[in-house]
């Protein structure tokens, strides 16, 4: 394969990663050895939701590449990590950079720019510096964009009718069902209490005339002959 067409094969291939934007982040450098495409992903955030800027860098062989991310002094996104850069392919003249970040900044007022800077060290010692724009996501608020056409919906019923209707029943049937069983409570209590006056009111009659006999018997009438005064 001829020297010429290698890298522009490499750059293609890179550019078909999923992971990445279309859009090619060219090298801030003359060495055409070079390329960076870069991307970001997800590429659409809400504010204080975390995304990663990515790159695929390719390299000569036998190279090594570092990177940092040089941002302006901003609360508008930060790094929640450390810069992760690895290589693709035992050759290494692929590599990865992997930043994550989060942002605090809706699109509403735009994020600053920011520039990755990378260091690619050559197999014989010889360094090259260079950089390339950080890929940021579109940010969206949280909020909604325009609130000046909502207007609050009223109160609705923790019930509705139908619902309402049916516990209403059911709740009358309940308490019906309860005084119901009350009158039955106090209508067996009442016939207890009757049968019980009558047993002790029969027991008392019977002691009464047993009562009546003995003193007749102990008056001595009847010895005596005195029928009249016996009854």
Known sequence: MSS???????????????????????????????????????????????FRSLARVTVPAGATLSARVASPDSDAY????????????????????????????ADSLPLPP??????????????????????????????????????PKPAKDVLDDARAVSYTLLIAAIALAALLLILLVAYLVR????RRREATTETDARAAALAALDR????????????KGFY
């Open 191 to 194: 016939r207890f209490m009757r």
């Open 78 to 105: 930060q790094l929640t990590d450390s810069v992760a850069v690895q290589p693709l392919d035992s050759a290494r003249t692929r590599w990865s950079v992997a930043i994550p970040l989060v942002a605090w900044r």
């Open 216 to 227: 007749a018997r102990a008056s001595g009438f009847a010895e005596r002959g005195d029928w």
């Open 114 to 151: 920011a520039t990755v800077k990378l260091a690619v060290t050559r197999a014989d010692g010889s360094s090259l510096a260079m950089g390339y724009g950080l890929a940021l996501p579109a940010v969206r608020s949280v909020l909604p964009a325009d609130t000046a056409g909502l207007r």
């Open 4 to 50: 010429h067409l290698r890298p522009l094969l490499a750059a293609a291939a890179l550019l078909a990663s999923p992971a990445l934007l279309s859009t090619e982040a060219r090298a801030q450098a003359a060495d055409t050895s070079v390329h960076v495409a870069a991307g970001v992903t997800p590429d659409t955030v809400t504010v204080g939701q975390p």
